[in-house]
């Protein structure tokens, strides 16, 4: 077994033992921040993958917020596609200074933050307060890995459904309308999956893209995921919710997909030659080869 | 040569000879045979260079290294605003399927290729076989030295320009479906072959119709073995989704820096950089799976299906720009955004990779509506 499926598998045990309570515990214990230290791609896509297929709550993102040494005052949340909060966080409105009146609450413990998180609700498509960089794209990064270990997670379970599920005699998922939805589910998430591997740490254009794929496929797979579990998929009993709601939250945190697509067409705009400079980080001639 | 080295020496070269590379700029084309006659030169250019030999084999005309550097070679043409020369489209699909399936034909027509010399095409479709490819209807007979060949075949990407055709044809009995077809690879220039160009809603000539009347092919000819068409046909259509679909992101890229200086809108540029990024990651994996000599498997129908969203989404940048299909008196936009249309239907139409994925990927049972 390799390092990396050893590493995986017992981050799968800890994020199954339900018993535990505090993973951010474990994850320190467990070496998250020297593994995160010594191959931080590795690391950050491998944690945050499970994470996300998991849908737990664990404090990784707050290690690596505490490993850059700065926490940011506010996190801006874009609930362009609408954030689905349970329960939803009390807000106020304030003034915050670089972005105008915006309304700010606390956000209980949700996906990689095991702390009440200080957000700001920004305007779909809004210029996002600053967090500094290089954390900025580590931490979309992360979230990008956590939206398609979730998407990746919630196509899985829908998958399963749609051959077991019968209706006129036959699995739902032996008609075609079924297959090639998930088939595009597949397809989105693939290419969301393939651009945040070969994301370079702390590259702000590939970090953004790879947040705005991971969260489009992750909308994606959530919307066909509802609509083909049928009603069971709308009950409490269910763990599709559960996944569902943390998928907008993830989204919305740090540039939804269509805030950071904007951004990125903005930048394009400014910049026609971010297009061609992609050739010097993603490429054959950036492959690391043997 | 690593790619990271090789990438510089093109990159150098290019810029060094921009001047007299001026006439290779990346321009639409309406007639297909000036478009490759204005880009042979920029081909054999590239070949004195040394450049298109670099990833080919190194006993068959090439000058060895990885397959990558073909890559980068594309990549860093299109990039710096050239149109690639026509030869090296199908020299992607085509000649790995070759050097698979045919070596002797791969090692003797490899040097032409790489000059820039030899023009292919793929004869698949006919007029009542377009995604059920299994029905096809033109036949072979076996002849005392190989094969006669007789029938009709469409949608010809270069089929006029073409000097050599691999084309798939029926050899066992009408019931046999997909298990009794053969590739054959058929010199163009033949007697009783003969081909006629198809004008296209894109004002080009690209595709052709291609007769073939009584057609003799040698025996030495065959690609794969008798009744083994299929599963050539299968093998390149990977090549055709996924590594040649890196030559389209290259391009793609460089639409959209076009379509931002021409002032596109951001919402729109953004999407289809989205896009195009996710195909350009897509197919390097292609390109490093072949590179390492591994199968590219059903991965090559999600290749394909990103392409088609990739070419619709970097045209609609391009378009967002005002209203060019309406005030482009040539017509180039209203040309490129039928093309871009077109991606979802040829090399197998986006339903049928849907299907593919929905069976091989996802493992999903089988239905039949």
Redesign the interface.
């Known amino acids: 077994m390799t390092a990396a499926a050893a590493v995986r598998d017992t981050a799968r045990g800890l994020l199954a033992d339900e018993e535990l309570a505090d993973l951010r515990r474990e994850l320190v214990e467990l070496g998250f921040g020297e593994l995160v230290a010594e191959d931080p791609r590795e690391a950050i896509a491998l944690w945050f993958t499970e994470q996300g297929r998991a849908g737990r709550i664990t404090g990784a993102l707050d290690l690596l917020v505490d490993d850059a040494g700065a926490d940011p005052v506010l996190y801006p949340l874009c609930a362009d596609r609408g954030v689905v909060l349970d329960p939803p966080p009390t807000l106020t409105r304030v003034h915050v200074p670089g972005v105008g009146r915006a309304e700010v609450g606390q956000v209980r413990p949700a996906g990689g933050f095991a702390r009440e998180l200080p957000v700001a609700l920004v305007e779909p ?1 809004a210029d996002l307060p600053d967090l500094a960089e290089p954390l900025l794209s580590r931490l979309r990064t992360a979230l990008a890995w956590e939206l398609i270990g979730a998407a990746e997670r919630i196509a899985e379970l829908t ?1 399963e459904y ?2 077991l599920r019968e209706q006129f005699g ?2 739902i ?4 309308a079924v ?2 939805r ?3 589910v ?2 989105a998430l ?3 999956r ?2 945040a ?2 994301t370079p740490l702390d590259d702000s254009v ?1 970090a953004a ?1 790879a947040k ?2 991971a969260g ?1 496929a992750a909308l994606l797979a959530c919307d066909w995921a509802l609509q083909f579990h049928g009603a069971i998929g709308f009950t409490r009993e269910h763990r599709l919710p559960h996944h569902v709601r943390q998928v907008r939250f993830l989204d919305g945190l740090l540039g939804s997909a269509a805030t ?7 930048r ?2 400014a910049e ?2 971010v ?2 400079a ?2 010097d980080v ?6 690391a ?1 043997p | 040569m ?3 080295a ?2 510089e020496s093109v990159t150098a070269w290019l810029a060094g000879h921009a001047d007299e590379l001026e006439p290779f700029r990346a321009r639409p084309f309406t007639v297909l045979a000036e478009h490759v006659e204005r880009l042979r030169p920029f081909h054999r250019r590239l070949y004195d260079a040394g450049f298109t030999r670099a990833g080919w084999p190194a006993d068959s005309g090439g000058s060895g290294g ?1 397959a ?2 073909r ?2 070679l594309y ?2 043409i299109l ?1 710096a605003g050239y149109d690639l020369p026509r030869g090296f489209e199908f020299a992607e699909i085509i000649v790995p399927t070759l050097f698979d399936f045919a070596p002797h034909l791969a090692r003797r027509h490899l040097p032409a290729i790489l000059r820039g010399d030899l023009l292919m095409c793929q004869g698949f479709s006919e007029p009542g076989s377009g995604s059920d490819l299994g029905s096809l209807t033109t036949r072979a007979v076996p002849d005392r030295d190989g094969f006669r060949v007789t029938g009709q075949k469409t949608w010809i990407g270069n089929g006029a320009v073409a000097d050599w055709c691999l084309l798939l044809a029926r050899t066992g009995d009408r019931a046999s479906r997909h298990r009794g077809l053969t590739m054959l690879w058929i010199d163009m220039t033949s007697p009783g072959l003969s081909t006629r160009p198809i004008a296209m809603a894109d004002g080009t000539d690209e595709l052709a119709e291609l007769y073939l009347d009584d057609v003799a092919v040698p025996a030495e000819h065959v690609v794969g073995g008798v009744g083994q068409g299929w599963a050539v046909a299968m093998h390149l259509l990977q090549f055709e989704r996924s590594t040649w679909a890196w030559q389209r992101q290259a391009h793609l ?2 639409t ?3 379509a ?2 021409e ?9 289809a ?10 197919s ?2 292609a ?2 799976t072949t590179a390492a000599g591994h199968p590219l498997g059903p ?1 090559s129908s ?1 290749t394909k ?2 392409l088609s969203t990739a070419e619709r989404s970097a045209l609609d940048a391009r378009l967002s720009a005002g209203d060019p299909i309406l005030t482009d008196p040539a017509g180039h936009h209203a040309a490129e955004w039928f093309h871009a249309r077109s991606t979802s239907v040829f090399g197998g139409a986006a ?1 049928i ?3 593919l ?2 069976d091989r ?9």
């Open positions: 498509r998958v749609v051959g036959s699995p998922g032996t008609r075609q297959r090639h998930l088939a595009d597949r397809v693939e290419g969301a393939v651009v591997a070969r590939l893209a705005a794929l489009r950071l697509t904007t951004q990125l067409g903005t394009i705009a026609p030659a297009t061609g992609v050739r993603l490429g054959p001639a950036a492959e080869l | 690593n790619p990271a090789f990438r990885s990558l550097l890559g980068v990549d860093e990039a890229l460089a959209l820096s076009t931002a200086r002032g596109a809108r951001p919402a729109a540029l953004g999407t950089f989205l896009d195009a990024l996710a195909l350009r990651a897509l390097l994996e390109l490093l991965a999600v299906l990103v339903e990779q849907r299907d994925v929905a990927v996802l493992g999903l049972p089988r239905g039949s509506a």
